[in-house]
């Protein structure tokens, strides 16, 4: 039998220092491969665009060329002609993103010359999946805006569906929303970072509860959807418990939902409340906050947040019930439905209206 020869102090160490390196490197040529294609989509639609200002080229060419790529490049993908029109898109919102001549003296673009370079770097560019930015030309027209779920995109890792779902739920115009003590209980830069952890509303569209539901019953059914809860309470959030026992002089104590935010590095509570928020909530969660301090903190860990989430907003009455609490504690509202746009709900018949249509039709039977 061979003698088994004994690893070194180290080995584990090493293994493990390899290990990352190769994925390292995995992710370095995956991103690289997709960098390439971004910029391949950019150069076809600047030849294009080019022909079709200098030599009067009409869109009708742009079918054409979608058959014969096909013809002439069986094996290769993503030459429709629905995708050359993004790629001619893609280069005329962000023409400086080559380093080629511009070989069109005067575009349409979106957004052009410093304000363009400074809004959408190239490496923010190349960062995307051409997946992610056909939908971003498609779905967010104006560019700061763009530029934000870009960045969250990457930052998060977001797929193409989770960036979607962010869109259509305007998780811009929710994120750092909510009402908060964070500047005055927390220091800078923990406080900036805290608040735009936190949004408002929180959209659980994702539940499909009946009128009258109770609160134990909303906890109930987000931990029965626990995937989609953590991305709507976005990146970091870790699970920790529902219904947290807390024994403090032999009285019983239960926390709603307890988390912990990987990047923040603390403890998060969360109470759930139907209807509008009350003072007295505040004094409750500040409690809640203390004993987990206490009993759960470690000694790196940054200082407790709580987060009441209620159904109605009344950010007057959360204001000053903040305002002498001693924890970091948010207040934020949640809707189980996705707003509707206003243009739309302005195009929607009103209950009356419906009602006096079918009134008449009914008249117009009899």
């Known amino acids: ?31 690289a491969v997709n960098a390439e294609l971004i910029r391949l989509y950019w150069e076809i639609g600047s030849l294009i665009v080019g022909r079709q200002q ?20 069986p094996e290769e993908k993503g030459f429709s002609e629905r995708n050359i029109k993004r790629m001619l898109a893609f280069f005329r919102a962000y023409p400086h993103l080559g ?21 959408f770097p190239p490496d923010l560019l190349l960062a995307l999946p051409w997946g ?18 870009m960045q969250a995109a990457v930052q998060f890792g977001w797929s193409r569906n989770i960036l979607v779902m962010q869109i259509e ?35 659980f569209d994702f539940l ?6 109770r609160e134990r019953e909303l906890e109930t059914a987000l931990i029965a959807h626990l995937e989609k809860f953590l991305l709507e309470l976005g990146q970091g959030f870790a699970f920790v418990g529902r219904q947290y026992h807390l024994d403090l002089g032999g009285d019983d104590f239960y926390i709603d939902l307890l988390f912990y935010h990987l990047k923040l590095r603390c403890y998060v509570v969360i ?3 139907r209807g509008a928020f009350k003072p007295e909530y505040a004094g409750k969660m500040n409690f809640y906050c203390n004993v987990v301090d206490d009993r759960l903190r ?48 302005s195009s929607l018949p009103s209950i009356e209206a419906i009602e006096e249509a079918l009134a008449a039709e009914e008249g117009g039977d009899a």
């Not at 200098?54 to 060419?61: C, I, L, M, S, T």
């Not at 739920?169 to 735009?196: C, I, V, Y």
């Not at 499909?208 to 539901?213: F, I, M, R």
């Open 99 to 119: 380093k080629v001549p511009q070989p069109v003296a005067q575009m349409d673009s979106e957004a052009q010359g410093p304000q363009a370079v400074a809004l």
């Open 1 to 31: 039998m061979p003698e088994i020869t004994p690893l070194p102090p180290d080995y584990a160490a090493l293994l493990t220092d390899i290990r990352q390196r190769v994925r390292q490197a995995q992710t370095r040529a995956v991103m």
């Open 54 to 73: 200098h030599e009067g080229w009409g869109a009708r060419v742009i079918p054409r060329l979608a058959r014969d790529l096909h013809n002439e490049l």
């Open 298 to 345: 470690h000694a790196d860990d940054a200082p407790t947040i709580g987060l009441i989430l209620c159904q109605l907003p009344n950010r007057v009455l959360a204001e000053y019930a903040l305002r002498g609490i001693d924890k970091p504690i948010g207040v934020s509202t949640f809707e189980l439905t996705r707003a509707l746009p206003t243009d739309l709900q």
């Open 271 to 273: 109470d759930l409340k």
């Open 208 to 213: 499909t509860l009946a009128e009258g539901y």
């Open 132 to 149: 992610h930015h056909a939908e971003l030309m498609a779905k967010v027209k104006e560019p700061a805006i763009r530029r934000w779920y």
């Open 169 to 203: 739920s305007a998780a811009h115009n929710r994120q750092g929303r909510a009402t908060t003590n964070f500047a005055a209980r927390l220091p800078p830069p923990e406080s900036d970072m805290a608040q735009q952890t936190l949004k408002d509303p929180y959209v």
